[in-house]
């Protein structure tokens, strides 16, 4: 084992005016002068808030993680960051997303700390937090507030994805207001984030398959004992890593993000996870391109049966094995010797796990869906590529020329969408403009647009539908998404017409705008940039400096760790 030099003690082993300072006003909180003694600070990042109701049992869980902590011999300090609530944020969470890793980044280097747990959960908060460490680049280590328990009512189970189906049912007055208002306490019964493979769920799934955390972290459930366990452990743990100096770079290494595409494809992941992964390869120095998505997602089928490409839930998916069963049945398609937080290879990990149940956990020879993974689409109508979930779509629509209904920003599909007098029909592809990084801004989920009412009223359940924006990870449908550029900067995407001709072509991974290159030329001319949201403060700096879905939307002066080293004092 290397001996380590404590970043902490650049702070609290100084003699004189320097040291003074930096023991005297934390020894006001009660701690005795033998903690500052040479003993491993670890940080406590924590994401609890209110306003962030999956992270709102986070101080509890902290708890743990101190005694974990403080049985290692270390010494706990929790301080808090920006936690951003995805049911609750305006215009969209994901518009915070860089801001919340800049003050996480910030936080950790400015601060006298030798190692960090990351506590986050909702959504946004786990891309942020490891964005914002990785840049640091001090041992780290994530402990994920779990999934809430599955939902129940009038004996059915269910979980977020049914949101769209009651939105839809309402519309076509086969529901009740009441009813409708009866499910809101049926679903969230408990603490933790949305119950089924949703954006949260994905992100534990993810750090897990990078190697970022304990085994089993993704899927034990909020409520279960277990998961206090599992933060006492990687307190413990935190502290062994300081003494080992075990970095984020030690770990996420080019073979680790290829683990984390194979792994997304095998459980059904959010598209989300696209934008999530590219920033942070980008924060690591890690080439990892868009392509390289489809490129290690391909010949992985579908092993989870889980909503919303599936049928059960995250709380039976830790009772059917989690996904350490799932990795072991990948042994195959992964890099077994990647290192993970506890020392240990990947394989070393998951060698001992057991598959409970295989109607939730399927194998590789008879996966629960031969179509898996998150697909890359190329052509004349995304420049720089789109994506599609199809595990998620309608196969009879995985190959589908239709006629554009064009939406040019949000306000206009919500004034047009159930007009009686929209010239639309079930062939139609659903079009919309303006939800991208810069044109709403910040990318909200709202690329799974409802159908025309009218539509549902005929019985129509599914059509092809396009923007620039994202679609929450408890969506689905066959909706092609982040198509990169985005309308707001230009490009071909942001001259369709309603009436021009889609074709989207999955197997071929194509999107092909039928209109020729002469009078796009021509459209471009004419093409007009709106006016983007960009007063004042953050939102300004964000529509000038955020770079576009292709490259994870992150800042392209984050991109690159910049280390941990403090060298000035602040007296």
């Not at 280590?141 to 059915?156: C, D, F, N, Q, Y």
């Not at 307190?235 to 062994?240: A, P, S, T, W, Y």
């Not at 796009?520 to 006016?531: F, I």
């Amino acid at each position: 084992m290397k001996e380590v030099n404590l970043r902490s003690r650049q702070w609290f082993g100084r003699k004189g005016k320097d040291g003074f300072v930096y023991r005297a006003w934390m020894k006001n909180q009660g701690i005795p002068d033998y903690e500052f003694d040479g003993k491993p600070v670890i940080g406590i990042c924590n994401t609890w808030s209110e306003l962030t109701p999956c992270n709102a049992h986070f101080r509890e869980l902290a708890e743990s993680v101190k005694r974990g902590i403080y049985q290692a011999g270390g010494f706990p300090v929790e301080f808090p960051v920006m936690s951003l609530g995805e049911t609750l944020m305006k215009p969209t969470a994901m518009l915070y997303r860089n801001l919340a890793s800049m003050d996480v980044e910030e936080s950790i280097r400015a601060n006298p700390l030798d190692g960090v747990v990351l506590l986050c959960g909702c959504d946004k908060t786990t891309p942020s937090l490891v964005m914002g460490a990785c840049s640091v680049d001090i041992p780290t280590i994530v402990v994920s507030g779990g999934a809430m328990l599955t939902g129940r009512h009038k004996g059915t189970s269910i979980g977020t994805s049914d949101l769209w189906r009651y939105q839809a049912a309402i519309k076509e007055e086969k529901m009740s207001q009441e009813e409708f208002v009866t499910l809101e306490g049926s679903m969230c019964r408990s603490r933790g984030h949305c119950a089924v493979m949703g954006t949260a769920s994905t992100m534990a799934c993810m750090v897990e398959a990078l190697g970022l955390s304990l085994p089993n972290n993704a899927a034990i459930p909020a409520a279960d004992a277990r998961r206090k366990v599992l933060a006492q452990l990687s307190g413990l743990r935190i502290v062994e890593m300081v003494k080992q100096d075990l970095k984020p770079s030690d770990i996420l290494t080019r073979k680790a993000f290829e683990n984390a595409i194979i792994t997304n494809a095998a459980i059904g992941g959010s598209t989300n996870f696209v934008l999530h992964l590219l920033a942070i390869a980008g924060r690591v120095g890690v080439d990892l391109t868009l392509q390289d998505i489809d490129t290690f997602s391909t010949k992985i089928p579908l092993l989870a049966n889980l909503q919303p490409s599936g049928n059960f839930f995250m709380e039976d998916f830790y009772y059917a094995g989690g996904l350490q069963a799932v990795l072991k049945e990948l042994a195959e398609h992964l890099n077994t010797d990647c290192i993970t937080v506890n020392s240990k290879t990947i394989k070393e990990n998951f060698e001992r796990s057991e598959f409970v149940n295989r109607e939730i956990i399927a194998s590789v020879d008879e996966p629960f869906n031969a179509i898996s993974g998150i697909v890359v689409l190329n052509g004349n109508l995304c420049e720089n590529g789109a994506v599609i979930k199809p595990s998620a779509a309608s196969s009879h629509l995985l190959q589908h020329t239709g006629k554009a209904v064009v939406f040019e920003d949000i306000e206009d599909y919500k004034e047009r969408i159930d007009n009686d007098d929209l010239e639309v029909d079930e062939e139609s592809v659903l079009v919309l403009k303006n939800v991208g990084p810069k044109g709403y801004p910040g990318m909200p989920e709202v690329g799974n647009m409802a159908l025309p009412k009218k539509l549902l009223l005929k019985g129509v359940t599914d059509m092809v539908r396009i923007s620039d924006g994202r679609m929450s990870g408890t969506g689905f449908g066959t909706v092609v998404l982040h198509v990169s550029p985005e309308a707001a900067v230009g490009g071909n995407f942001s001259v369709i017409r309603s009436g021009d001709l889609i074709t989207l072509d999955l197997p071929n991974r194509s999107l092909h705008l039928h209109v020729s290159d002469e009078e796009l030329s021509e459209r471009k001319q004419q093409w007009k940039a709106p006016a983007l949201a960009s007063e004042r403060g953050y939102v300004s700096l964000y529509t000038s400096t955020v770079q576009q879905a292709h490259l994870g939307a992150d800042f392209e002066f984050l991109r690159g760790k910049s280390g941990s080293e403090i060298t000035r004092d602040s007296h």
